[in-house]
């Protein structure tokens, strides 16, 4: 009986043994499952922090791009306000040029006009100075006939 308790006695020490083995090792695991929860959480925390700066930095290109397509928009006003402008100025431009050429016609017409009319007075003084002529020359043939009539 003694042989029997003795193996028992043996056989429980060496449970206990290999109790305390795989207890230190569950604890060993235990502790190595704490760390890596604890990075595990550490991790998450940092990956959410990241993605409170990714969501931030997405907005403010929203944002930007919002600007973006503002400036945009103003620009092809502007662009198009320069293109009336330059589509006015150039029909100004045309239309001051046609009134320019007329001007210069109606000018051009005015000088030959004036032409003509200098050329129609000088025409007028050669005959007035003609007529004088004739009419002196009438005058003095009537004196002498008068002269003659009185003798």
Known sequence: NNKWK????????DASEQDKVVLDKLKAKEDSMEKLQSSL???SKDFE???QVV??????????KSEKDDILEKLKAQSSQIENADAIKKA???????????TQEHLEKEK???KELK????????NLETIKSELLEKK??????NQKLII
Do not use: G, R
Not at 55 to 64: D, I, M, N, P, R
Not at 140 to 145: C, D, S
């Open 6 to 13: 003795d193996q028992v006695d043996t056989l429980k020490a």
């Open 41 to 43: 959480n550490a991790l």
């Open 49 to 51: 922090e990241k993605l």
């Open 55 to 64: 969501s931030q930095f997405e907005t403010q290109v929203e944002k930007l």
């Open 92 to 102: 100004a431009c045309e239309s001051l040029e046609k009134q320019l050429n007329v």
């Open 112 to 114: 030959e006009v004036n």
């Open 119 to 126: 050329n129609e007075i000088a025409l007028a003084e050669e």
């Open 140 to 145: 003095m043939e009537a004196n002498e006939t």
